[in-house]
């Protein structure tokens, strides 16, 4: 079974710890040293899982709106977790940054 709950760290050391879990779920994300952004602080995240009573391996989806000193930034991340064969939870997701922009014609390069 798939539960989000708890506390998943990623390739690169960042880490994500959901507290509260029903269909949707919150806690915060921690920058890992990978980010290389000092101004990076702990911010909280919100999203939804797919009830796993109806998919043994949900496709989820969360936004972390970055808690910065100078600069709004916001990441979506929508992602799937996997169960092995040994019963060991992996989670694998896609994400979108977006950073505020002073203008229209700055747009383009707003979001990565």
Known sequence: QCLLSGSWQSD??????????DKRFSGFYLPGPAAGDS???TSPLEGSQQDIGLVPQPIFSFTVNWRL?????????LGQ???????EETLRALWLLREAADSPAE??????
């Not at 690169?12 to 879990?21: A, E, I, K």
């Not at 000193?69 to 991340?77: C, G, H, L, Q």
């Open 12 to 21: 690169t050391g960042c880490r994500m710890v959901v507290s509260t879990l």
């Open 69 to 77: 000193r100078e600069t709004a930034r916001t990441t979506v991340f």
């Open 39 to 41: 101004e990076l602080l």
């Open 81 to 87: 977790c996997y169960v092995d064969t040994n019963g």
């Open 107 to 112: 747009d383009w390069k707003a979001t990565r």
